[in-house]
């Protein structure tokens, strides 16, 4: 109660010492003391309704510019395992840090909204790089079918649509399916991840993406065995070429 009177306070004091406000200024001030719209990176509340981050967040996003080159250390990552055209990542993904919130909440938590910024945000560098070679489709790296009821959602599928919606691309979902359910790959060596990961993706209509250029897309990048494992089965498919995009790249 205490806490409304002192919102209905600060309320008061701010129309009536601010005469130049109109009908839709007092609304919006109105529905922001009990509605606050608060950054997804750091909380404040100081920040426009149609914005998710904060001009502070956004500049401490730590952009890798990977797009900017064709050659960079996710396409050497790959190299002599898996034969790609182009191959990126937005933004370093760090313990405990910024871009590692903002994924363990779209991911976790159910802010799609975060999601769909983050690939708005890669789809905009990617327009606007002259080595990222424009893809005939967007796949999504798949999640076991009993995860993804679990989750309610897969985070990579989220992810191609944010990234259809900038390039005008259909989204293919079901082009490859992920087999079984594989153990958790966060204390897992490369060697052990690709193990764990081998065979575990199925090709299951070919003929949907037969002599394309398709982008491969998933959260994070750590060590490539699950891109790699899925981008062996799309490759599967007759004169199919590939790239990959991931939000987050690891780095140790």
């Known amino acids: 109660m205490y806490m409304h009177m002192e ?13 130049g406000m109109n009908i839709s200024d007092i609304i919006r001030s109105f529905l922001h003391l009990f509605f606050p719209h608060t950054c997804a990176g750091c909380g404040n509340d100081a920040l426009h309704q149609q914005q998710l981050l904060c001009l502070t967040c956004i500049s ?58 983050l690939a708005h945000r890669l789809g905009e560098a990617l327009q606007e790089s002259q080595h990222f070679n424009k893809p005939d489709a967007l796949i999504p790296v798949p999640l076991f079918s009993a995860r993804e009821r679990q989750r309610g959602y897969n985070q990579s599928h989220l992810l191609c649509e944010g990234l259809a919606e900038k390039w005008q691309l259909p989204v293919l979902p079901n082009v490859v399916v992920r087999t079984s359910r594989t153990q958790s790959q966060t204390r897992k060596n490369r060697i052990e991840r690709w193990q764990n990961m081998e065979g575990k993706f199925e090709l299951r209509s070919h003929t949907l993406i037969e002599g394309k250029h398709i982008l491969l897309v998933d959260d994070v990048l750590t060590t490539g065995a699950t891109l790699e494992a899925c981008g062996r089965a799309l490759l599967q498919a007759p004169q199919v070429t590939l790239s990959v995009a991931t939000i987050g790249f690891v780095t140790r």
Do not use: C, M
Not at 70 to 86: D, I, S, T, Y
């Open 60 to 117: 401490e996003l730590p952009l890798t510019n990977f797009h900017l080159y064709a050659e960079n250390p996710v396409h050497h990552l790959f190299r002599g395992r898996l034969p790609l055209v182009n191959a990126t990542s937005f933004a370093y993904f760090t313990k405990d840090s910024l871009l590692q919130h903002l994924l363990h909440e779209f991911k976790y938590k159910n802010r799609k909204d975060i999601g769909t910024w």
């Open 7 to 19: 919102r209905l306070s600060s309320l008061h004091v701010f129309l009536f010492k601010s005469p």
